[in-house]
């Protein structure tokens, strides 16, 4: 079976942009392919975060995957913490140490991310050799993702074609996984940006674990245009157009199918209508959710995801360790 991977970082409650760009992808995909699904907690401290917070976010992230229809008990699904496989960080290092320093400042997040503080760490310059670390160590085939990591899958592509025409053939070189609806799902308060579980706009992500009416309040004040026309285009009408790519991801109907069902009335209409489509699959999530945070499952699940990822990444490891001529022959 070919391997699937990805994580989402714990820092913050997830929101419906790392639903659709990451999870529901999982979800679509956990039974056709060996799927690695992990807490990157080790991104999360690229910006500060505080640590009871971040143990608390970790353990919802794991409760917020299975609620949304993450399968823990298929054979071929394996959910760990990044911190609890050395690898990660082990890995990450020697990919420091073959990557140009520009190939890492010249990326999309690390200028947004840099430019939102007046300093900024190191961490954040590295933080895409860690995540090509997250990924090669498991020979992954495929990367779900929104359209903001790209980017940083390809930088772990060229990282392993860079190293195995310099010391054979180790790493699989992996591919994003980008879903045709949903790749970018935008901030509701400024459409141009993409919607982020960091903002400190409250208006501006809906989050996975947000009550019915906090849903219906965000959505109700998204920015949209002073046109008044429905239709999808993304260059001239941003926040129109996010709202009818919600709806599309969380009714499961296609873009025109959407436009089709709003076109010709209001905005009011159609955001209420997106709000509906969002309850309607959230709710029920959130049920499932406080159902496995009570089960007091997470910790076996975490446990055999630590066994198995530190199993396979220990071999890779292995390789790599002996490829650049780390230690004794
Ligand atoms: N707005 C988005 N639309 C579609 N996909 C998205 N993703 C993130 N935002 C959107 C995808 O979600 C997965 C997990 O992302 P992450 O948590 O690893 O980091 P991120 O991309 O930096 O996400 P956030 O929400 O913006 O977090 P913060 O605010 O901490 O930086 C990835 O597949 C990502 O593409």
């Known amino acids: 079976m070919d391997r699937l ?140 993702t929104g359209i903001d990591q790209k980017q940083h899958v390809e930088l772990a592509r060229n990282l392993a074609i860079r190293f195995n025409n310099r010391y054979g053939e180790i790493f699989r070189v992996p591919e994003p996984m980008i879903p045709t609806i949903g790749a970018k799902i935008r901030d509701l308060q400024n459409p141009e940006q993409k919607m982020s579980k960091s903002t400190t706009n409250p208006k501006a992500s809906v989050f996975l674990s947000d009550t019915e009416k906090q849903i219906r309040k965000k959505i109700m004040s998204a920015v949209t245009d002073s046109d008044g026309v429905i239709k999808f285009d993304e260059e001239n009408k941003p926040g129109v157009s996010n709202l009818l790519t919600i709806y599309s991801v969380f009714s499961g109907c296609s873009i025109e199918d959407a436009v089709a069902k709003f076109e010709g009335g209001g905005y009011g209409d159609l955001k209420k209508g997106v709000a509906d489509a969002v309850v309607e699959k959230l709710m029920p999530v959130q049920e499932e959710y406080n159902k496995v945070i009570e089960s007091g499952r997470i910790n076996e699940i975490l446990d055999e995801g630590r066994e198995f990822s530190n199993k396979i990444a220990a071999e890779k490891y292995e390789q790599v360790r002996k490829a650049v001529g780390f230690g004794r022959i």
């Open 5 to 144: 991977l990805t994580g989402l970082q714990p820092s913050g409650a997830l929101t419906i942009g790392n639903y659709a760009g990451g999870i529901s992808q999982i979800v679509n995909y956990q039974k056709d392919y060996e799927t690695f699904l992990f807490v990157p907690d080790m991104h999360a401290i690229t910006v500060p975060q505080d640590p009871e917070a971040l143990h608390r976010n970790i353990i919802n992230a794991i409760a917020m995957y299975i609620a949304c229809g993450v399968d823990p008990d298929l054979e071929n699904m394996h959910i760990y913490i990044q911190s609890e496989n050395l690898y990660h960080a082990n890995l990450s290092w020697i990919f420091e140490c073959h990557t140009p320093h520009g190939d890492l400042t010249r990326m999309h997040q690390f200028k947004a991310k840099s430019a939102l503080h007046e300093t900024f760490t190191e961490g954040l310059v590295t933080y895409p050799d860690l995540m090509a670390a997250d990924i090669l160590l498991y020979d992954a085939k495929y990367v779900p």
